[in-house]
């Protein structure tokens, strides 16, 4: 899994921040395996350098093999409550995404014409 940092002129890159990015997104995202191809978080400070409360952004890109990017965004005080609400957004999102894809497969009614027989059993506690 590639991740890529980026900030906006208003808030200084360092090694030390890539690095604690780095290492947040990958722990979160870690038991997705390689479904997950690339991961962009974006920083940014939406007052344009004047210091607001709740003014940092973190927007946060996965791109998942055979679906098309999730992209989720936070805002929060401090970079570091930004960066958390955007990965736990983007972890539910990703579960989101990747169960519905999981039950379109089982479900037999979205099988091709024939697949389906009417002796097929689908338990009453199925979400659908």
């Known amino acids: ?5 980026n ?7 360092s090694e030390a921040r890539d690095a ?3 290492s947040v997104v990958e722990s979160a995202l870690d038991r ?3 479904a997950i191809t690339r991961v962009e978080v974006h ?8 210091p607001v409360g709740g003014d940092k952004r973190c927007m946060v890109e996965a791109r998942l093999s055979g679906l098309p990017p999730i992209a989720v965004t936070h805002h929060a005080g401090e970079l ?6 955007a990965v736990h957004k983007l972890v539910h999102a990703i579960e989101h995404a ?14 091709p014409d024939g697949d389906a027989t009417d002796d097929t059993v689908v338990p009453s506690s199925a979400p659908f």
Do not use: C, V, Y
């Open 98 to 111: 990747t169960g519905r894809e999981n039950r379109h497969a089982r479900d037999p009614r979205t099988l």
């Open 20 to 22: 604690w990015a780095r």
């Open 80 to 85: 570091d409550a930004a960066l958390n609400g």
């Open 7 to 13: 900030t906006d002129n208003h808030i200084e890159g």
């Open 43 to 50: 920083f940014n400070l939406e007052s344009g350098g004047k």
């Open 32 to 34: 997705f395996g390689d």
């Open 1 to 5: 899994m590639q991740i890529q940092i």
